[in-house]
């Protein structure tokens, strides 16, 4: 099965930035399409930010012009840069593909709090 490792979590205060990673054990080219989601406490997990094989890119209402996804194909990594961060930005981040995501990591938390 494919794993997906998230890091670069942390505390932030509100305004501030942090830059999300995922190294993913498979050839992410041959991808559909890879995503980023998101898990507040007692909320559903949502899908945030997508991008194709094609490189096209969606966002949620919620985080866009925010946030940025971008990946790194030879390294099968997905980053998710994240600006002008908001309390409610609180949450555990994932990784995984965005259409039948599966094998879920442990995802990387993310607090934004003065």
């Known amino acids: 099965q494919v794993q997906f490792v998230e890091s670069g979590g942390g505390l932030v205060q509100p305004g501030g930035s942090l830059r999300l990673s995922c190294v993913v054990s498979?050839?992410?080219?041959?991808?559909?399409?890879v995503a980023w989601y998101r898990q507040a406490p007692e909320k559903q997990r949502e899908l945030i930010a997508s991008?194709?094989?094609?490189?096209?890119?969606n966002y949620a209402d919620s985080v866009k012009g925010r946030y940025t996804i971008s990946r790194d194909s030879a390294q099968n990594t997905l980053y998710l840069q994240m600006n002008s961060l908001k309390p409610e930005d609180t949450a555990v981040y994932y990784c995984n593909h965005a259409y039948s995501p599966s094998n879920w990591g442990q995802g990387t938390q993310v607090t934004v709090s003065s």
């Open positions: 498979a050839n992410i080219r041959l991808f559909v399409a």
């Open positions: 991008i194709t094989r094609l490189g096209t890119t």
